[in-house]
């Protein structure tokens, strides 16, 4: 019911911030939560960001909590990704994911984009 596109990465130092957007297809996008993961190489998709339809919910991962900030904008069909202080241990494919409630858990998601990379020099 929804695909999802996500771009804004590349290649930065770290200590930089980075934005990532999420363009969502589909007429109804509000109805829908959604979340950011990440994936590293070598290792499982972690979670990074959830929010409710209309922003009233926000979740953050642990490695995430206080430098990055969630955001959408229902009227573009768009979520946001802020990260700021990037750390070399950032470096993964960010994956934009969307759902019917909000949720923490990979396998909770119906929909996901193709991912977009960002990678973090030290």
């Known amino acids: 019911q929804v695909q999802l596109v996500e771009s804004g990465g590349g290649l930065v130092q770290a200590g930089d911030s980075l934005r990532l957007s999420c363009a969502a297809s589909?007429?109804?996008?509000?109805?829908?939560?959604a979340g950011w993961f990440r994936q590293a190489p070598g290792k499982e998709r972690e979670f990074v960001a959830a929010i409710s339809r209309f922003g009233v919910s926000i979740y953050y991962a642990d490695s995430v909590k206080g430098r990055s900030t969630i955001s959408r904008d229902n009227a573009e069909n768009t979520v946001y990704l802020q990260i700021d202080s990037l750390k070399p241990e950032d470096t993964a494919v960010y994956y934009c994911a969307a759902n019917g409630v909000i949720a923490t858990k990979t396998d909770a998601y119906h929909y996901w984009g193709q991912g977009t990379q960002v990678t973090v020099s030290s």
């Open positions: 589909g007429r109804t996008f509000s109805t829908y939560a």
